[in-house]
């Protein structure tokens, strides 16, 4: 374990110890739930759980994260690595519904990042987890009030090995540090986050040469290079600042840097020439390779407004500095074996090349009005004057990229009834693209940005115990994928045209809270890429159906036993980009899969402290399926597994 986790392990249970007596205790660990804290099915985690249709990966079939749609306290931050739990409280998908009130709302959905807080009780936490095929993680987390109502301290430190379907393992080690100072209006506060990732064992990529789908490998057998571990630090600080300037001006702000500092890392591909055939076994060496973003964002509000009526004038900054190395590595093919047996060659030396140097500077000038007359409804406008700028450079030279756009968002709701309320929208945004993915010839490369529309429209209704939200949406973005020479790079527009419901509430005597989500859409492809068949209709990787059911049912006994349920189900997609030969424009298709989940939570009194136990068992049928991560490119879903917690506040 590095030295500054101990450090932070023995600061935190001291400090805990000295406060504990004088301090009240905030029950939190013991009841956080990710269903019961969520507002709708669209997306929610808190802590290790998590719910809904959606998640910070998939909103509407496209990446917020990747789009670079994250905030921070509802501050921009632009995400080289995650931030860890311990500084997290909880993570909400912002997306139709849900952003109208949202400043700036992105067509791909918000990322909305909420950090742990501190109030005048002390809070210490601690949590046990033994989770699938015998990965287990260990957690403390503290809020400790220092200076009543003036200054406290969020902490927390966790350590962990985490053992995947494919077999692989890793140790992670992650801690936390965010002083709070609040002072007459004014809450100021930094934070230090930090996620060390050691020894992790390169995840097996197995790849199909031509339109066939692989065999599944034997469960929880690692069959890479016994030598291929990656080892990276995730690393993101900053602070954020909230000030009420007077009555009516309140002011905004933070500043961040997210960084990702990989040390080692290896690719393992597996290619197939054909089904049953012996793989190809390559591996794919990368040297040390850093990547930082600064972010932040400044917002002053001025609000107004007499009686029923209330108005907000935006006005703002934020920015970006991105620096991404990649590239420079080393493809050893190691020749054919025998798929899903371990391969037993030693580690050979590598020849590292320089690495590419890309660098993205981005700013928007900000200008929004929020308004709301009550009984009738409420407008959110925003206006954005973009700059974007990037280089790249490599082996061939460099490559510039300037754009300068005007971006705007306008939705309105108007309550049709008290609990009734229709409401439409359309966004227009300049998103990230992510990465081009590991299989790529130019792999981990920073994609150019894209501009991205959406329109959307939908009703809420709000029926007492629960609510109901049906939207319908459309989605244009650029698309990327492989080309000839196996470059992943821009080949046409995608379009993402569908319906997504949900359904959240509590029944049955506040028993029963249930959260329902489903998704229905078309994706579909366009331009030069399909019309030379490069690609197909369909985009690889998005299923154009999804459904999730989470119940949790509290009863009488011993104290409130909650079972609970979750079923869900995802349906078939394309696997490969171009189409079937032969077939007029056909794709080669993965099946659909479901899972269903079952489980239970106990509350408990470990002597006087409260306590909760939790049970499950996921993926109970034990369906073996594929995930397709990229053209012809696929990793094992998760197989049966059984995870139990105990969570106790002291």
Not at 81 to 98: C, D, K, W, Y
Not at 234 to 244: E, I, Q, S, W
Request: aromatic content about 10%.
């Amino acid at each position: 374990m590095p030295d500054n986790c101990r450090c932070l392990i023995a600061s935190v249970l001291a400090c805990a110890a000295v406060a504990m007596p004088a301090a009240s205790r905030a029950q939190q660990k013991s009841t956080e739930n990710a269903v019961t804290s969520a507002d709708d099915a669209f997306g929610t985690s808190v802590g290790l759980e998590s719910t809904g249709i959606y998640s910070q990966h998939n909103v509407r079939g496209f990446s917020p994260l990747d789009a670079g749609n994250a905030r921070i306290d509802g501050i921009y931050f632009d995400p080289v690595s995650l931030i860890t739990l311990r500084a997290r409280a909880s993570q909400t998908m912002r997306v139709g519904f849900a952003a109208l009130d949202y400043p700036f709302p992105a067509p791909t959905g918000i990322v909305d990042n909420r950090l742990r807080t501190v109030g005048n009780d002390l809070s210490v936490g601690l949590e046990m987890h033994k989770q699938q095929y015998g990965s287990y993680v260990g957690i403390v987390d503290a809020q400790i009030p220092v200076i009543r109502d003036r200054l406290g301290v969020v902490a927390g430190v966790s350590h962990g090995n985490a053992v995947f379907v494919d077999g692989a393992t890793e140790a992670n080690y992650s801690f936390a540090f965010k002083p709070v100072l609040r002072f007459e209006g004014v809450e100021f506060s930094p934070f230090y986050s930090a996620n060390y990732v050691r020894d992790a064992e390169a995840r097996t990529v197995t790849v199909s040469a031509g339109p066939f789908i692989p065999r599944l490998p034997k469960a929880k057998r690692y069959f890479g290079s016994f030598w291929a571990k990656n080892n990276r630090d995730n690393v993101n600080y900053g602070a954020t600042l909230k000030a009420r300037l007077t009555g009516r001006l309140s002011l905004r702000a933070g500043l961040f840097k997210s960084t990702l500092l990989r040390k080692d890392n290896f690719t393992e591909i597996f290619a197939l020439p054909e089904a049953g055939a012996d793989a190809d076994h390559i591996v794919i060496a990368d040297p040390r390779q850093n990547l930082h973003s600064w972010s932040g964002e400044v917002q002053g509000v001025y609000r107004f407004g007499t009686g029923g009526w209330e108005h907000r004038l935006i006005a703002g900054f934020r920015g970006r500095d991105r620096y991404t190395e990649s590239g420079g590595s080393d493809i050893l093919d190691l020749g054919q074996v025998p798929y899903g047996v371990r391969d037993t060659d030693l580690e050979p030396d590598f020849a590292f090349s320089a690495v590419n140097r890309g660098k993205v500077r981005q700013t928007s000038w900000l200008a929004g009005y929020f308004g709301q007359i009550d009984g009738v409804g409420r407008i959110n406008l925003g206006l954005q004057r973009a700059s974007f700028r990037a280089r790249f450079v490599d082996a061939d030279g460099t490559t510039r990229t300037r754009e300068n756009v005007w971006l705007y968002n306008a939705s309105l709701g108007l309550e049709i009834t008290p609990h009734l309320m229709i409401y439409g929208g359309t966004q227009r945004g300049l998103e990230d693209s992510g990465a081009a993915p590991e299989t790529a010839a130019n792999r981990n490369e920073q994609l150019t940005a894209a501009r991205s529309t959406q329109y959307e429209a939908g009703v809420h209704w709000d029926f007492g115990p629960g609510q109901l939200v049906v939207s319908a949406f459309e989605i244009s973005k650029p698309y990327f994928s492989f080309d000839a020479d196996r470059r992943y790079t821009l080949l046409g527009t995608v379009r993402h045209r569908g319906v997504e419901a949900s359904l959240s509430g509590n029944f049955l005597n506040e028993r029963l809270y249930l959260l329902v989500g489903g998704l229905v859409m078309k994706p579909e492809v366009s331009g030069p890429g399909r019309e030379q068949g490069v690609v197909g209709r369909r985009p690889v990787g998005t299923r154009p159906e999804q459904f999730r059911l989470d119940a949790n049912y509290r009863t009488d006994l011993w104290g409130g036993f909650t079972p609970t349920l979750s079923v869900s189900y995802f349906s078939k997609t394309a696997a490969m980009s171009s189409p079937l030969e032969g077939t007029d424009g056909r794709q080669l298709m993965l099946a659909g899969r479901s899972s269903v989940d079952i489980g239970a939570r106990q509350p408990l009194r470990l002597g006087r402290y409260p306590a909760t136990f939790r049970f499950k068992v996921e993926n109970v049928l034990d369906t073996a399926r594929w995930l397709v991560v990229a053209s012809n490119t696929f990793f094992p879903a998760d197989r049966r597994r059984i995870s139990a917690s105990l969570l106790v506040d002291f």
